[in-house]
T-cell receptor
Framework: SQTIHQWPATLVQPVGSPLSLECTVE??????LYWYRQAAGRGLQLLFY??????ISSEVPQNLSASRPQDRQFILSSKKLLLSDSGFYLC?????????FGPGTRLTVT | RKEVEQDPGPFNVPEGATVAFNCTYS??????FFWYRQDCRKEPKLLMS???SGNEDGRFTAQLNRASQYISLLIRDSKLSDSATYLC???????????FGKGTRLHILP
């Protein structure tokens, strides 16, 4: 069966510090992968999606970036965090349309 | 018209009652539809797919009305554990991005 892993579960980072969140999927090949952010009490905001290795589409211009170095690995990064980057970051995969989410990373930028 | 719209609620419903909520979508060519459930501070989880012929899973019934461009979720004999936010999901044609509604909050009251 397919599983999706995200780490860390929680993270507190100061403004201006870098960020790296990792997501890996097991039990499936060539999945579409997604990064979402959910601010407190808000809906899901699609940040990036990828249909294959090295293929990244950005939905919202911001100080975040994403990379997909391997088929089942998706990384979200930032060189300098802003206060507004706080939120619940969710990775998801889909084959083809049903999406399955990882447990998420709760990021607080202080 | 927004791509996917939901009444944010909250719907406060006594235990054992039946509750229903709708979700409207703007793209008439949308192909697939889903309902997700999100518990507080957790990731969304797929509740059920919505087929043209309707879909029933225990106390839950999902229906699609293509003419009026909405999907619905009916919960019968509601339980305290049904308290959550219910997200409507629509997949437009020829696109890898799935569109999430902002969710409807449901509180089941003892």
């Amino acid at each position: 069966s397919q599983t999706i892993h995200q780490w860390p579960a929680t993270l507190v980072q100061p403004v201006g510090s870098p960020l790296s969140l990792e997501c890996t999927v097991e039990g499936t090949s060539n999945p579409n992968l997604y990064w979402y952010r959910q601010a407190a009490g808000r809906g899901l905001q699609l940040l990036f999606y990828s249909v294959g290795i090295g293929q990244i589409s950005s939905e919202v211009p911001q100080n975040l970036s994403a990379s997909r170095p391997q088929d089942r690995q998706f990384i979200l990064s930032s060189k300098k965090l802003l206060l507004s980057d706080s939120g619940f970051y969710l990775c998801a995969w889909s084959v083809p349309y049903e999406q399955y989410f990882g447990p998420g990373t709760r990021l607080t930028v202080t | 018209r927004k791509e996917v719209e939901q009444d944010p609620g909250p719907f406060n419903v006594p235990e054992g009652a039946t509750v229903a909520f709708n979700c409207t979508y703007s793209n008439s060519a949308s192909q697939s539809f889903f309902w997700y459930r999100q518990d507080c501070r957790k990731e969304p989880k797929l509740l059920m797919s919505v087929y043209s012929s309707g879909n029933e899973d225990g106390r839950f019934t999902a229906q699609l009305n293509r003419a009026s461009q909405y999907i619905s979720l009916l919960i019968r004999d509601s339980k305290l554990s049904d308290s959550a936010t219910y997200l409507c999901v629509v997949n437009p044609p020829r696109d890898d991005k799935i569109i999430f509604g902002k969710g409807t909050r449901l509180h089941i009251l003892p």
